[in-house]
């Protein structure tokens, strides 16, 4: 589910729709992936799998341009077959819960204009709890440069620090199994150290309405190597293209209809890099709502 929370950059700026200096909201982004190659797309659209990340967040303003928040999160999966072609039950689960520091405006450098968030997750889903993760830190930067009336050029930034008790950790969960209960690839994994997501984005807006938000970049994770389980470390390299349409019917809820394509660089069993597979494509609806 990483990818799907690492889609989260569109935020409704709270003191623009509330007088009051505390609030909530809610967050969601529902999302599909395409079929691997060589399986079957169902006949029905409703037999497949939908994964959701989603979160209840209490904001306290701070001032005219800052807020705090507390955010509640969940992991979220319809009954259905996934993009391996297994049918898998529904499940819900925590996630990591986690505070956040947003400023919508840290000033111009230039004509650029800044914004950033800064969180803090605690290890309260079952996967860092699996990993014994201390806790990730995410800095967030935004550096907008207006084109013209109805478009900008951003940049944005997303380096990931994980604080680890342990190089690496048994990933029982995420590995499928045979009929007699042996994993079908080795389930130890190696920690992340780093993480980094940066890309640069046109918001092209059409009306007030609707704003088409073509992106491209690069994203990159760092691993730890375990000498107790001679596993090597690692540094995985993505190019992460997508395309949203941002809807705005209300002032106080938004919609964004999305597609991404990752598609890893380097050796991948020496095969030669391919561009925008369809296996790797992925399609999504997150929702942005201000709740009182």
């Known amino acids: 589910m990483a990818s799907l929370m690492d889609q989260e950059a569109s935020v409704i700026s709270l003191g623009e729709v509330k007088k009051s200096n505390f609030s909530t909201s809610f967050f969601s982004i529902i999302s599909i992936n395409n ?3 060589g399986k079957d797309q169902p006949q029905h659209l409703y037999e497949r799998l939908f994964d959701s990340y989603e979160y209840l967040s209490v904001n306290y303003k701070l001032n005219a341009d800052s807020k705090a928040s507390l955010r509640l999160p969940f992991l979220m999966s319809t009954a259905g077959i996934n993009e391996y072609g297994d049918q898998k039950p529904s499940k819900i689960a925590l996630s990591d819960i ?6 919508y405006d840290l000033g111009y450098i230039g004509d650029i204009d800044l914004a950033g968030n800064i969180k803090l997750f605690l290890p309260t889903s079952a996967y860092s709890q699996a990993a014994k993760t201390i806790a990730k830190l995410r800095f967030e930067g935004f550096f907008e440069w207006q084109l013209g009336r109805n478009s900008s050029l951003e940049y944005v930034v997303k380096p990931d620090i994980f604080f680890q008790s342990q190089t690496a950790y048994f990933n029982a969960e995420d590995i499928p199994q045979y009929e007699d209960g ?5 389930p130890r994994s190696t920690n992340k150290q780093f993480s980094l997501e940066h890309y640069l984005q046109l918001n092209w807006s059409f009306n007030k309405y609707l704003t088409l938000t073509p992106k491209i970049g ?9 000498a107790a389980e001679q596993l090597e470390g690692g540094h995985v390299t993505k190019c992460r293209a997508g395309l949203g349409l941002l809807i705005k019917p209300l002032r106080r809820v938004n919609f964004t209809l999305g597609v991404q394509n990752d598609t890893l660089l380097g050796s991948n069993r020496g095969n030669d890099i391919a561009f925008f597979q369809p296996e790797n494509t992925q399609y999504s609806l997150m929702t942005n709502a201000f709740i009182f």
């Open 218 to 226: 690069v994203s990159e994770d760092w691993y730890y190597a375990s």
């Open 182 to 186: 042996t994993f079908m690839r080795d």
């Open 98 to 103: 986690h505070f956040a520091y947003s400023n």
């Open 35 to 37: 079929m691997k190659q």
